[in-house]
């Protein structure tokens, strides 16, 4: 479902490592945001939003240019606290039962 959230990402193998990035797709499975940086194919990190009490641990699947100074990450979910009833929360227009 298409949203404009931010999140706080952080590497899973740099624990000093943290940006803030832009949410523009999220689903039970996976996600897609706008970031800094390029972030290689298997790659692991964690998105958290403390204000939905989201986090995330989850696989680089691509990472393509988006703009001179930002990549399109889309990622895949390995681990969640998130539940139905926040992800439903944060992306309003998902259908009852899609998720």
Not at 37 to 48: F, N
Not at 51 to 62: D, I, K, L, P
Request: glycine residues 6%; aromatic residues 10%; hydrophobic residues 35%.
């Amino acid at each position: 479902m298409s949203t404009n959230a931010v999140a706080s990402l952080n590497s899973a193998e740099d624990p000093g490592y943290s940006e803030t990035v832009f949410l523009v797709n999220i689903s039970e499975h996976g996600a897609r945001f706008i970031g800094r940086r390029r972030w290689p194919a298997g790659k692991r990190i964690v998105l958290e939003d403390s204000t939905v009490n989201f986090q995330a641990t989850a696989e680089v699947v691509y990472c393509a240019p988006y703009s001179p100074w930002r990549f399109a990450v889309g990622v895949k979910f390995i681990s969640c606290t998130d539940s139905r009833e926040t992800l439903r929360m944060r992306c309003p227009e998902t259908l009852p039962g899609s998720i």
